[in-house]
């Protein structure tokens, strides 16, 4: 489905980023993964049947450069690109310090929007491409603690529309896929291991970001909600 085409995806060491890498790569696709630790990096691109590891900080605007040139070394193309890198630490107001502010920001926001940037101007000279920005529901609905992300992840959403509508004279299709909770990392000690066990597992999401991936490209979807059939907290 995706053979012979480059797909970056950040935060691809765990979680939702790792799931994705799998499910672009088995449906064809040559998977440059993106994170800041090298060690789950390499363990994935050897599992993968073509696939680079590429340590990349993406709040860093050269460290990103230096990831999409990696990207287009060969074919001079970046046909997809996945923003899945994020950072999510529950805290309430008064215990959000600037700093957990400006890195989750950073993280979230910047560094898809240096992401988007620095493969734009090659997917508008191949003629097209693709982009699916990781939001999430705290984009959309409020939920307590949740200052710093839901900032980051509404403002992901702003650029996702805008980057819509900026990519269609090239044919660049930008999508927000906005989950609600599922099993990976984020949630170690921010949630019980029992709740834990009842969000979504980060397959079932990456098998929706292939289906966007593979779907017909006169479609265009605004900013999609995933939310567990039932409630982890209430079902645990
Ligand atoms: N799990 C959920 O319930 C949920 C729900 C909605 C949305 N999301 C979003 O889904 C995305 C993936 O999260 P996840 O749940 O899969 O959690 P995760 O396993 O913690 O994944 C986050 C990934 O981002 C990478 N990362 C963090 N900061 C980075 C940076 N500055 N540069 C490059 N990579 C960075 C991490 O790797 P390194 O530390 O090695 O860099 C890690 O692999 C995030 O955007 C998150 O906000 C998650």
Redesign the pocket.
């Known amino acids: 489905m995706f053979t012979g085409q480059t797909a970056i995806i950040?935060?691809?060491?765990?979680?939702?980023?790792?799931?994705v890498a799998r499910a672009l790569a088995a449906r064809g696709a040559r998977c440059v993964l993106?994170?800041?630790?090298p060690a789950?990096?390499a363990a994935l691109a050897a599992e993968l049947v073509a696939a680079e590891a590429v340590s990349?900080?993406?709040?860093d605007p050269s460290q990103v450069e230096r990831l999409v040139a990696r990207a287009a070394a060969g074919a001079g193309r970046v046909e997809i690109l996945v923003?899945?890198?994020?950072?999510?630490r529950l805290a309430p107001l008064p215990e959000t310090s600037v700093e957990l502010f400006d890195q989750t920001l950073?993280?979230?926001l910047r560094?898809a929007f240096l992401c988007c940037r620095a493969v734009w101007p090659l997917m508008q000279q191949a003629g097209g491409g693709q982009i699916v920005n990781?939001?999430?529901?705290?984009a959309v609905e409020a939920y307590a603690g949740n200052a710093a992300?839901a900032a980051s992840?509404a403002g992901l959403n702003g650029l996702t529309g805008v980057l819509a509508l900026e990519g269609r004279p090239h044919k660049i299709r930008v999508l927000a896929l906005?989950?609600?909770?599922?099993?990976?990392?984020?949630?170690q000690e921010q949630a019980p291991e029992a709740v834990r066990r009842q969000?979504m597992p980060?397959a079932a999401l990456a098998e929706l970001v292939a289906w966007l991936l593979a779907s017909p490209r006169s479609l265009h979807f605004d900013p999609i909600v995933v939310r567990n059939f039932h409630d982890p907290w209430q079902s645990a």
């Open positions: 950040t935060g691809a060491g765990t979680g939702i980023g790792a799931a993106a994170g800041r630790r789950p990096l990349t900080d993406v709040t923003n899945a890198a994020g950072l999510f950073a993280t979230n560094g990781i939001s999430s529901v705290a992300y992840k906005c989950p609600a909770a599922s099993n990976t990392a984020a949630w969000m980060p």
